[in-house]
């Protein structure tokens, strides 16, 4: 048993000594005498430490009582480390092998020890380095249809989900923080918000543009009052690790229930910024537009798998209490429950369209932006990088009802990137 002791920010002297007597790390790793640790994390909220002993690694994460990308000024509760080692447990149960295994937590010291993985990398380093990913859409597209299906009222049993609603519901605070970086501070002047020199005018338009923030207000409705299923709540590049052949999901802190297309529309649209982004990476142009195609071609892969999968579940593990047999397939209807999920699916499709457009506003006009165009050193070509993101961003927003498949959005993409 770990001893319980005050909260402490642990570094790589502390950490050893705070873990030694976690049960079955040492058989893991070997003896804590010789272990070696180092702090890596480069992210806007916690401390990430990677321990290696003589038998193998893991990664130790420890939350802050603040952001750590504002500092002591923005505090935040610790239980933020509660919410996602519940998130890693249920996430990695509905689709296993796709999240990192947990070896031990720490409630007191909001500290979970996690898989170490390696070699993978984060993905925005890869679409950065124009690597391509064969599985990659296959994976992320089976990751979500099974994640977002067994978490809902279609395959749960009815009082496991809402005890797990209820659980999830006390993540308020990072809720809180969704609700008013990704729906509200990109449309209007907030002390948060920052852009690229030479955004102002776009960022002013945007600002002025009703019907825009009308579709951010339902969208917010949306997130504020669906509990569909248990979402990641933040799955974007940066949450997904990646090898040639392998994909992990890691980072589920901002979990809670919400409607389905929001993970979607999230991963889609940190897709369609780092097509954007890559007019501004270097590469030479033959180069640069067989990569540009690739990205479309996984975002168009991602939705056709979630498609594909999401259906497989609906016919064999539909036992929820949305499931409904006894209207259709026990009544000898089948095909009425075939009509019933391609309703369903049609509008996961327009809230994934919505999602994914407001994500690449908060990303260019809000508090955390993205390093495909972070990196972009040249600020003109930054500017106009995400100056054509948002224009696409705007026309998924507006004009969700238009698209019927994904192969639409990638002509939009190509058309506003060549305009």
Known sequence: MLDKRPYEPLDVGTLPRRLATAPGLADRLGPAEHWRVREVGDGNLNLVFIIEGPLGSVIAKQALPYARCVGDSWPLSLERSYFEYHAL????????????????????????????????????????????????????????????????????????????????????????????????????????????????????????????????????????????????????????????????????????????????????????????????????????????????????????????????????ERSGMLGLAELFEDSGDAQGAEAARAALLRDIWRDTLGFAGIEMHRRILGLAHIPEFETIADEVVRADCERRALAMGRRLMLQADTFSDPRQVSRLARSVRLA
């Not at 395959?155 to 993540?171: M, P």
């Not at 949450?239 to 999230?266: H, K, L, N």
Request: charge should be negative; glycine fraction near 8%; aromatic fraction near 10%.
């Open 89 to 316: 447990v249920r996430l990695g149960q509905r689709d296993p092998g796709r999240l990192p295994q947990v070896h031990a937590f720490d409630q007191e010291q909001a500290l979970i020890v996690m898989d170490y993985l390696a070699p993978h990398v984060i993905l925005r380093k890869s679409l950065m380095a124009g690597e391509v990913l064969p599985q990659l859409d296959r994976q992320m597209g089976q990751y979500l249809a099974r994640t977002l299906f067994r978490g809902s009222d279609f395959a749960l049993e009815t009082a496991h989900r809402k005890r797990d609603l209820a659980l999830f519901a006390g993540n308020v605070e990072l809720c809180g923080i969704s609700e008013d970086l990704i729906f509200t501070d990109p449309f209007c002047v907030s002390p948060r918000n920052r852009i690229t020199p030479g955004l102002e005018e776009d960022a002013a338009a945007v600002r002025a543009d009703r019907d825009l923030k009308l579709a951010a207000a339902a969208l917010k409705r949306k997130f504020a009052t669906r509990a569909e299923t248990l979402l990641h709540g933040d799955f974007h590049s940066g949450s997904v690790m990646v090898t040639a052949q392998d994909s992990r999901v890691i980072d589920p802190e901002f979990a809670f229930y919400g409607p389905m297309g929001f993970d979607i529309g999230a991963f889609l649209g940190n897709l369609l910024m780092a097509y954007f982004a890559q007019a501004g990476l270097g590469a030479d142009e033959r180069a640069r537009g067989a990569y540009e195609d690739w990205i479309l071609q996984l975002m168009e892969g991602v939705w056709t798998s979630f498609e594909k999968e999401f259906a497989q579940l609906w016919r064999t």
